[in-house]
């Protein structure tokens, strides 16, 4: 079989930018003509970094009507007695993509006694409302919540399938994915429309770099989003959403997977961290004496939670549930506080679609003020008390 | 027992620097690794297959003809066989096509009583290629595992949920995605087992071995498109701010109060 990747050496010039531009490292020029070796991945870094258009990317070519399937589905995730606020930022984002394509945006609610969030959704923008419940359906399961799903979206025929890229959302998207046999992108952080097609856009390589992705040639447009990257929408008081019944045929024994314990490691009363506006974290320095009192005094203040870096789980001093990186959770809070953290990319990686980031550190060479707006070199049981006491005096207290 | 684990070479992403005047990737120098949640899930498979009383597992990497040096350390780990499943036909493969070529590949390979995977791979990320693996082989899974026994015929697997934790029980054949706990280190086998790793079964398999369809797999068989690989915008250099403690919560507290976070 041809290699689907071609050079034209007529037109290669071997000036060596698709070389530099691969980031597989599967290009050199030997004799004056870019090779591609066998680490290439086809991800097309160098066709769009060739100036000559000398190299070429054989693609699949079908031509499918797919003017038949359409709306904008948001899989709405259910939390402790509401729906969960991701579910709101995926609606707004919806809502938006839907008003380009003049189609209406749909929300799918599963679960058991549900059909009361089906007001707020409406609310914050879902026109019409699948609502599915059944007893079975009160406890997230992978098959019985994929097998719901598929089945509409096999009868329905959306354009755009949008899951949260929550843990349940990534359990679920995918075993969805596969059962209609269609493509997935996963946590995308943007999402906009393109030629009338769905251009999701990801980052890889521990946010390294960033990809456009398009899925062109089947529908529906299947996408998990990062929660807390899209602004979630006004909500719009008293608006309804038409409802429509899915019936569920489920039972007992299509279970295979059974909870024998659930225990819940968040915050007692207090907010989740990746739902968390503000993010207070501490690494190695926080674990010396009351750090992490000290960073909770100031989070309590910017009514926010602690995270913290891995160190701090491994020392016992934080759960493993607030541990941000490649370990532990990704947050994208409108602000991070980040104090005696030296910025590895274990842990910039789980932080770094955090919008405003403050860093303290006593090493003026630490990596993690490249991620951050606002550095201040110094000893965080000194900046962050005469932070919190600042902002107390300010509130008038 | 009979365990197939899937591992995938990566570059060390902790080690990827990028170039501050063009904003690129550096790749000179980067070492090639096995994805750290996958070297957890061979470690647990062989954990599992000696708790179980013996067994075989077999050890699949898809990916460049390179990605032989995961399967030797897997097998160096203790894994019975490899299978590097490399041709020019499945690259470019996106989660739906890497997942069809893997389950066509297990298939081939046997019955299985368990499937095991890293949750995700550290330069893509997705965590998607174990659910789909999953369906493709009607088989069901638990995702996000970080310890797992197991029970006769069950296993028994603690899974990290959004909310805290959950511990979960199926029956084999399962297939389950591993996070890796906080205390885990990872082993690094000495040269005598790397040696006598290069002794055990390792072959290589195609599109003909697997019994694969050329137009569904690779770049051909993917629903999704990569259109552009590109530098996330570069962040401006921190503001630093001076003085003294008190000085600098004033500055820090006019930004914040400015910012609406008080």
Redo the contacts between chains.
Sequence with gaps: ?A??IQVDLEKCTGCGLCV??????AVTVVDKKAAI?????????CV?ACPTEAIR?E??EVKVDLSAYRDVWVFAEV??GCAKGVSFELLGKASELAKELKQQVCAVLLGHEVRRYADILAENGAGRVFVAEHELLARYN??LY?TVISGLIMKHRPNIVLFPA???G??L???V???V???????CTGLSIHDGML??TR????????????????RPQMATVRPNVMPKPVPRRGMKAGIVDVPVKIDQKSI???????????AVGGK?I?ESD?VVAGGRAACEGDGFEVLQKLAD???GVVGAS?VA??MNRKP??V?VG??GITVSP??YVVCGVSG???HT?GMRGSK?V??VNTDPGATI??????????DLF??I???T???RK??GR | MRIAVCVKQV?D??E?K?DPR?G??I??GVPSIINPFDQYAVEEAVRLRDAAGGGEIVAISMG???ARSVLIHSLALGADRGILL?D??F??A???AT?LTLALAIKKAGEFDLVLCGMQA???????????????LGI?????VDKVDLDGKKV?ARK????????????MP?LLTF??P??FVPSNPPFSKISKAQKKPLETWGIKEVDGD??KL???????????????PR????????GS??E???K??D???K?G??
């Design positions: 079989m290699d689907p530099k531009a691969c980031p597989f490292d070796d066998e680490r290439c991945v086809l991800c097309s870094a769009q990317i693609r699949r939390g402790e992978t098959d994929s929550t843990k349940l990534r359990d998207a995918p075993r994915a596969a059962t046999g269609l493509g997935l992108t996963a946590d251009l999701q980052p890889a390589f521990g946010g390294n770099i960033m990809a456009d992705i398009l899925c062109p040639h089947t295979r997977v059974h909870v024998k314990e659930q225990v819940k490691t968040c989740k990746e503000v203040e910017l009514n891995r789980i491994d493993k549930s541990q490649q370990s409108k602000l590895a990319i274990q990686v405003l403050v860093a003020f490249e991620f951050s707006q606002y550095g201040i070199v110094g000194q900046v008390p005469a932070l006491a600042e902002i300010r509130k | 570059p992403t902790t990827v990028v063009t690129t990737l790749r000179e460049p003809p390179q490399s020019r036909g690259a470019g996106d989660t739906w997942a550290i330069d893509g990320d997705t965590a998607q290629v174990g659910p789909e693996l999953a369906q493709l069901p899974q638990i995702t996000c028994v990290l949920v959004d909310e805290g934790f959950e511990v979960l029980e199926a029956k399962v996070m890796t906080s205390d050329p137009e690779g770049l051909k068989g993917s629903f999704t498109t990569v259109t552009k690989v590109y530098s996330p962040r401006e250099k921190a503001v630093m701010l001076e403690p008190e600098i919560a004033r820090l507290a930004i914040l109060g910012e976070f008080f």
